[in-house]
């Protein structure tokens, strides 16, 4: 099962900041949070992850809450391409680890 | 990025023929992929680990008769829908691991089965 809870959808207008949040309540000390997105009818997407430190990179930041049970991505700059459905998973950082998705926030940025 | 390839991107059969997907990793080596199947406006459920070399470990309710995995190569894993029926008719999608903790996704192939 899945070990994250995330709202089933949000909207933002274009231009404007999209702030995703994710609880992870029961994470572990070695799991890492990781976000991918799915644009419809293509394979998903890596956007960033993080242990416990804020994450940034050219797609978005990571800020992950100091008892590490929730974090946000945020995409600073919503455009219309960035409308997807966003997973947040939590997995031990080493590629043999399986991701197991749940059911993601659809977002929707209209212009 | 690292970049993951499926072919054939869509693939529509007669119920009760083989079909097989082909994963690669084009610009890295991966010792593990993954296979996923994703049904209309649902989540992607996780059916199979593929390790290089050895044999896959399906996930609790994939039948390991039915969805053949063959990882022959550090750059190809296929996956093969053996005697298909409707039913399977989903979107198959592989990932593989490509270093620094990531995994990266295929494109996804469609397959239709009448």
């Known amino acids: 099962d899945a070990k994250t809870t995330q709202p089933p959808s949000m909207d933002c207008a274009e231009g404007r900041a999209a702030n995703l949040p994710c609880n992870h309540s029961?994470?572990?000390?070695?799991?890492?949070v990781y976000w991918y997105r799915q644009i419809h009818s293509q394979g998903p997407q890596y956007i960033i992850h993080?242990?416990?430190n804020n994450e940034t990179n050219e797609m978005a930041s990571l800020i992950i809450t100091e008892d590490r049970k929730s974090s946000t991505l945020i995409l600073p700059h919503a455009t219309l391409r960035d409308t997807a459905v966003y997973y947040c998973i939590v997995r031990v950082g080493y590629n043999t680890d399986k991701l197991i998705f749940g059911t993601g926030t659809r977002l929707q940025v209209f212009p | 990025g690292a970049v993951v390839s499926q072919h054939p991107s869509w693939v529509i059969c007669k119920s009760g023929t083989s079909v097989k997907i082909e994963c690669r990793s084009l610009?890295?080596?991966?010792?593990?992929m993954f296979w996923y199947r994703q049904f209309p406006k649902q989540s992607l459920m996780l059916m199979a680990t593929?390790?290089?070399?050895?044999?896959?470990?399906?996930e609790q309710g994939v039948e390991k008769d039915k969805f053949l995995i063959n990882h022959a190569s550090l750059t190809l894993s296929t996956l093969t829908v053996t005697s298909a029926h409707p039913e399977d008719s989903s979107f198959y999608i592989c990932s593989a691991d490509g270093g620094q903790d990531t995994q990266y996704f295929g494109p996804g192939t469609r397959l239709t089965v009448l």
């Open positions: 993080g242990l416990k």
């Open positions: 593929s390790n290089e070399g050895s044999k896959a470990t399906y």
């Open positions: 029961t994470i572990s000390g070695n799991e890492y």
């Open positions: 610009d890295f080596q991966a010792t593990t």
